[in-house]
């Protein structure tokens, strides 16, 4: 089977940590490159913390771009009470070997898509930032995108930063409103997806016993990456949310969800930032997006995860 050309644009994040892990480790997938945008942190740390995520993995030959260092129209909203001081804490992370590679993360998106001789799949674990300048900069790349596959939004769980708004929507939803309305094929994994694919219990222990240095610093990011989520929600274990949607490109058979319209309130008083889907298509809108609400088997889905990142090399073998 031919690998799908992926693009990863993330913000990390331990939970995007993961995902860009689980990418590389999966042999379903070739990685073109990660491209990175403010989120969870400022830019120049998403970006040496997306270097460190390659070189860990032991594909330190995965170019990252370095993308937006702001939304569209707002201010950065970095959440170091989530995802501690550095963005990926729970871990004693080795200086990144190199710096980005040249070029805009905006520039490599257009670039890459335009001449790839496959229709190229985009992962957007952040703040849709970069993909809406791509979007506006080029719109023929849409013509070359397979999919888009985003985590973010929720509508029967709410938000995880408002009661209406999740967090990757909330930062930047005049680009999240742009991606939907760009007329290519969406996936969403929002907060009604991973919120139904918690991880297992002590899963972080199950991965350091492995020994490798790639699964010890999973196991002490999931440690960490866990302790906010569990004393907010009361629960004894988080869903890894980015890693999830990853997981929905790879086995979309553990997954339910339902093609419907999509939007975004940007201007909301309450509500900005909010994903209004209309599930039950009651508006007439045409459809724009598979809404993804639920996941069949949580257990057999981080199974899955697991063995595809004891694949990667790990660092010193690039
Ligand atoms: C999303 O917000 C970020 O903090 C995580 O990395 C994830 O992309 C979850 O709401
Ligand atoms: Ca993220």
Request: aromatic letters at 6%.
């Amino acid at each position: 089977m031919p690998k799908t050309p992926v693009i990863i644009d993330t913000d990390p994040g331990q939970d995007d940590a993961f995902a860009i892990l689980l990418a590389l480790g999966a042999p379903e997938l070739e990685v073109l490159g990660l491209t990175t945008v403010a989120g969870n942190m400022g830019l120049a740390q998403t970006t040496d913390n997306a270097r460190r995520i390659v070189e860990l993995a032991g594909r330190g030959a995965v170019p990252v771009h370095a993308g937006s260092d702001r939304p569209l129209l707002r201010a950065p909203r970095p959440v170091p009470e989530i995802h501690g001081e550095t963005g990926i804490d729970g871990w004693d992370w080795a200086l990144a070997k190199q710096g980005p590679a040249e070029g805009h993360a905006v520039d490599f998106i257009v670039r890459s898509v335009l001449a790839h001789p496959a229709p190229v799949t985009l992962i957007v674990l952040g703040p849709q930032t970069n993909i809406a300048l791509a979007l506006r900069r080029e719109p023929r790349i849409a013509d070359n995108i397979a999919r888009i596959v985003f985590m973010g939004g929720g509508y029967f769980e709410g938000g995880n930063m408002s009661p209406a708004a999740e967090y990757n929507i909330l930062v930047d939803p005049e680009a999240a409103r742009i991606v939907l309305g760009a007329g290519i094929p969406v996936t969403a994994v929002p907060l009604d997806c991973t919120h139904a694919a918690p991880a297992p219990v002590n899963w972080s222990a199950e991965l350091e016993a492995e020994g490798t240095e790639v699964m010890r610093a999973c196991g002490g990011m999931m440690r960490f990456f866990e302790r906010y989520g569990n004393a907010k929600y009361g629960t004894q274990s988080r869903p890894l949310h980015d890693a999830v949607a990853v997981g929905a490109l790879l086995w979309p058979e553990l997954f339910t969800g339902r093609l419907c319209p999509v939007d975004v309130e940007c201007a909301g008083e309450l509500t900005t930032g909010m994903t209004v889907v209309d599930w039950l298509r009651q508006t007439g809108k045409p459809d724009n997006c598979l809404w993804l609400n639920g996941c069949h088997d949580p257990a057999e889905l981080y199974r899955r995860m697991k063995t595809a990142l004891m694949q990667l090399p790990g660092r010193g073998r690039d």
